[in-house]
């Protein structure tokens, strides 16, 4: 294991560089008292943002009885949150925020309280989140500075195809991006989704009861729309992968760089070009149900600017969740903490889209072969 922890350890030294000013969640302690837990990670542009509340103690975390959410921007109150059901509380960000409390256990969704509320943010913008729980008990707060928005576009694609009963495609996209001299800025390539729109056609033959030679075909259409979110291999892209080489690569895997994130520490305040690749099948999920359809689809990729805080966050958290039996963690591991008051995380990023149109793909049903293309 003398290549992994090559790695790890600069990476860990990475990490304490980027929050040095900040405060860690240490696990594996009993001494801590009962306090707020608050978490959330907040988008520019989102229509609604979410912050969830919880009583963190020492070996478990318990839902709060009452508690309140309000949201600041540049030391104005711009927002209060209302409490909200588990099920209402969609943000999809949310699967990042795996929550720990210091007994190192996960908080599960179900013991936090979400609140939602709607706010406007650009960069610069200084957001404070602040809460208060079981009847003002516990009291914590949050301030985040809006990162800037990436300067990133689509440079170029490439394709290969696996026939099969549905056409499998692999797309390598490479993407061309700006980076700002002279200061230090991070980055995550937050996800990839494929949105498709399918016109279907059908018919159904309808006879002549007084001639059955008589048979009159009616046409029907029918148009689905549904969103996919793909899976983004990084392969072995020297800015994704932290430079590491291929066979470091192969002992420890191309996942470990679980959330897509990266530093301007290679390219600092120069152009830059990252590349990954996404696959899928090409064809609607009621393929089998139709003779004929047409699918039109684009790509969709979020790459946003991130603080350091939430780098080191989710580099730390990918850390945990991939590497905990290693003996490298011998020793507590521990979260940035930006929550004052209380324990937690609240992370803002601002995203740009890159939308990639794809081809349209047709289909109709031929004899006995089969829904080949």
Known sequence: ?????????????????LVSCEKEISFHRNDIPDQLQMNGLLTVGDTVHYVHLAVSRAMLVEKITDGSVRCLVNGRQVAEGTAITYEAASDEREEDMIIYNPSGTPAKRMRQTSFAFRADFAPGDVVRIEAEANGGRYKAWSEVTVPDAPEIA???TSSTFERGYYLKQNMKLRLRGKDSAGERNLYRIDRVRRNVTTTFHSRDAQWDSTDPDNVTWIEHTRVEKHSDKMWIDLGTDPILTEGMTVDELDLLGTSTNTYCVYSDHLFDGNDYDISFSVEWYNAPPSAGLFEKWRMESELAVRVMGITAAEYAYLKALDLYQNLGDDTVFAEPASFPDNVEGGLGFIGIANPVTITIPLPPVEHEESGDEGIYY
């Open 154 to 156: 689509l440079k170029d």
């Open 1 to 17: 294991m003398k290549t992994l922890h090559k790695h790890i350890f600069p990476v860990f030294l990475t990490l304490l560089f």
